[in-house]
């Protein structure tokens, strides 16, 4: 309750910012970015996330467990948006664009959250409207959570028409809106059960990847990542909140997220770091290769070591972090590059994992980044062009967010983006899980099956609480 009570006191210095930022809109005759940043009492983002979801809210989660970071968004103050082939180059000018003029009052740079889709070429399904092909929000209330410390930024696209007192009210509208929910809690629910999936069967499943290894032995093609939709339903709504938290609880190393647009949610629970970067240094993960887990130590450690000791998964891992290195070698400079993974280790399984680093050049930025690497081999192929082609002709589905790029970037040119893996989208009682596998040389129809099976089985575990 602290927290919330502070945002009130702040109402005329707030007023003042956006009174500037009204007056800078008169004279350059379009909308200009305000932002009003203060330090607030420490806040559980997660539990507040589960408080005030449901359907038709405008808010979003995220969190980085490596940096014990995390993000809440309310309200949508406004939308960066695009299409097609440049969208990445698209938002990323148009967030410059909006800086160039921008207020910003208080020790946190204003910040927009998203993503984007996996595949522009491919049409979008009715289950993905509002996940548009690029669409990062400016959210009206976003709260950064860094390990002790909170920090509430008030964030508005102030017009020339506007007035200030009236930009406040609303942000001290959203707020109270939102401290009714949270104080309220969510609501309690009666147990859902699960009544059917679903899915592509298996045999027909297994015969795409026996055609995918055809195609590898009579092309040029070296990887093609196949993915599979399980569509799950269950007697009552699904929470994304609950399930967030359930995640949070059998994954605590793995990023979190939870996108809701209009009545559908996206959350996940991915191992993947896409790109960081932090004050010009960027970090990026090379992940391929896959083993289960075991709860027996000694097993779990022989897993281990039997993936690292594996031909498959070390070629497949060995050209992720090639072509990585290749993208990568003209825009960061130096560039680190480990001579041997490590394991990375989750709830269910376990990857073959290398962290990739180095200074990024000036003047490039971090969705140029975005741009370079997605989709990585660890989520397209190699080549990337015929890889994307045959998903686009073999998979049979759209794949939306689901392995894309997901993530924030702030006005320092600082951010970061997740892959959207081990991720489902929400919708009512309806949930669609995503998992896939990249498919090489050596590979088995059926054990990739399994895998994506295995892949699965966390978000299974997670929607059944």
């Known amino acids: 309750m602290r927290a919330f009570a502070q945002l009130h006191a702040h109402a005329e210095e707030m007023t003042e910012v956006f ?47 490596e940096d014990d970071k995390s ?15 440049q969208r990445f180059a698209s938002v990323d000018a148009q967030w410059r664009h909006w800086l160039q003029s921008a ?100 045999a027909c499943w297994e015969s795409k990847v026996a055609h995918a290894l055809d195609v590898l032995r009579d092309t040029a093609l070296n990887k093609v990542v196949l993915a599979r939709e399980v569509v799950s339903e269950f007697s009552r709504p699904i929470s994304a909140g609950r399930t967030l938290a359930a995640l949070a609880i059998n994954d605590p190393t793995a990023y979190l997220f939870a996108f809701r647009r209009n009545h559908a ?35 779990d450690a022989q897993l281990a070591q039997t993936l690292l000791d594996c031909q498959k998964n070390q070629h497949e891992h060995a050209v992720v972090v090639q072509i990585i290195q290749r993208d990568l070698a003209p825009w960061v400079r130096p560039l680190h590059v480990p001579p041997a993974p490590h394991i990375k280790r989750l709830s269910r399984v376990q990857h073959l ?25 660890a989520v397209g192929g190699h080549e990337r062009g015929q890889a994307l082609e045959h998903i686009r002709q073999f998979e049979g589905f759209d794949r939306g ?8 970037l702030d006005a320092h040119g600082n951010g970061e983006f997740i892959v959207g893996l081990r991720s489902a989208l929400l919708n009512g009682n309806q949930a669609r899980l995503f998992a896939g596998c990249g498919i090489v040389e050596h590979s088995d129809p059926a054990s990739e099956y399994d895998e994506t099976c295995i892949k699965l089985a966390g978000m299974r575990a997670a929607l059944q609480v």
Not at 33 to 54: E, H, K, N
Not at 133 to 151: H, N
């Open 265 to 299: 949610c996206f959350i996940g629970a991915s191992p993947e770091r896409l790109v960081k970067l932090h004050n010009g240094h960027l970090q990026t993960l090379a992940l391929a290769g896959t083993a289960r887990r075991d709860p027996c130590p000694e097993q």
């Open 353 to 377: 994992a290398t962290l990739i680093e180095g200074a990024l050049r000036p003047q490039s930025s971090l969705l140029d980044m975005v741009a370079v690497l997605h989709p990585t081999p």
């Open 401 to 408: 967010w689901y392995a894309a790029p997901l993530g924030w």
């Open 19 to 65: 009174e500037h930022a009204q007056r800078r809109a008169v004279e350059q005759g379009e909308p200009v970015l305000a932002s009003y940043s203060m330090r607030i009492a420490p806040l559980d983002l997660l539990a507040l996330f589960g408080s005030v979801d449901q359907p038709g809210a405008e808010c979003l989660f995220w969190r980085a467990p």
């Open 103 to 202: 207020v910003i009052h208080g020790p946190l740079a204003p910040s927009v959250c998203g993503g984007f889709r996996f595949d522009h070429q491919v049409k979008a399904s009715p289950a993905w409207q509002g996940f548009g092909d690029a669409s990062l929000w400016l959210m009206t209330l976003l709260l950064v959570r860094d390990g002790a410390d909170c920090w509430l930024v008030c964030q508005q696209r102030v017009a020339p028409s506007d007035a200030a007192r009236c930009c406040c009210e609303h942000v001290l509208k959203e707020w109270n809106t939102l401290m009714d929910r949270y104080v309220s809690g969510a609501p309690s629910t009666a147990a859902r059960q699960h009544t059917r999936d679903q899915s592509l069967p298996r």
């Open 71 to 85: 993000l809440f968004g309310w309200g949508v103050a406004a939308e960066l948006s695009s299409a097609g082939t």
